[in-house]
């Protein structure tokens, strides 16, 4: 069972380094973006920052590491800002058909936006490698959404550009609007990583099929160190 989740994972980011360079082709390929723009993407970062988790996830389990309680609180964060970047992404879909706005969705998008938060919700369920965790996590997982909305708000005044309508604005009417929609969306962070946190404090499904091998390991050593010191205990 662990040799699949990793075969998985494997593939999992090959499909998001893949979407990520095709995403990046504005860039290098037809010039009609500028890098410092498509890397001040929430989902972009989201992406790039769980392709490097996946990576080292993988390592640390060919190394032998079990999952520690900090590796499933980032697999959680992680999870609920890919999940949050697709509910974002299907809002500006669904605006854009109710304005005859044409919005444009290459495959590279789809992947990043519903395939890759698709999977890391998959994995976060049924992978039984996850620890349990502790209720004050959900304080953490607003911390990144919150110096990425300032980081935003400072940003966009001094380039004329915002990686997200909701941010601007001139398109909301006032500071106080778009203080709103953060909030709405703070609100959706907070809601996704409890859900999560909860689903920790309960007992993987694949959890009776994977078989618990480390924990007995511990539990035989500690007998057989019982046994040799009292074969040597002369008291």
């Known amino acids: 069972m662990r040799l699949f989740f990793v ?40 992406n790039l920052a769980y392709a490097v988790l996946l990576a080292v996830l993988l390592v640390l389990g060919v190394a032998g590491w079990r999952e520690r309680s900090w590796m499933t609180a980032v697999r959680m964060l992680l999870t609920t800002y ?7 992404f299907c809002l500006l879909i669904l605006n854009a058909g109710l304005s005859d706005i044409p919005f444009l969705v290459p495959a590279s998008s789809k992947i990043l936006h519903f395939v890759i938060p698709a999977y890391a919700l998959i994995d976060f369920l049924l992978n039984p490698a996850r ?3 502790r209720w004050a996590v959900l304080g953490v997982s ?52 409890a859900g999560l946190v909860a689903t920790t404090r ?18 035989d050593r500690h007998d057989e160190s019982a046994r040799v010191a009292s074969t040597f205990d002369v008291r």
Do not use: E, K, M
Request: charged share 10%.
């Open 7 to 46: 075969v998985v994972r494997i593939l999992a980011l090959g499909t998001v380094v893949t979407a990520l360079i095709a995403r990046a082709d504005c860039v290098f390929a037809t010039h009609t973006c500028r890098a410092d723009n498509l890397l001040s993407y929430f989902t972009i970062q989201s």
């Open 82 to 88: 890919l999940i949050v970047s697709g509910v974002t």
């Open 131 to 133: 620890r349990r965790l």
């Open 142 to 193: 607003l911390i990144f959404p919150a110096l990425y909305g300032a980081y935003t708000l400072i940003r966009g005044p001094a380039t004329g550009w915002y990686p997200y309508i909701f941010f601007d604005p001139a398109w909301t009417g006032s500071y106080a609007a778009t203080g709103f929609y953060a909030a709405i969306l703070a609100a959706l962070i907070a809601a996704i990583s």
């Open 202 to 219: 309960l007992t993987s499904p694949l959890q009776p099929f994977v078989a618990a091998v480390p924990a007995q390991t511990r539990a």
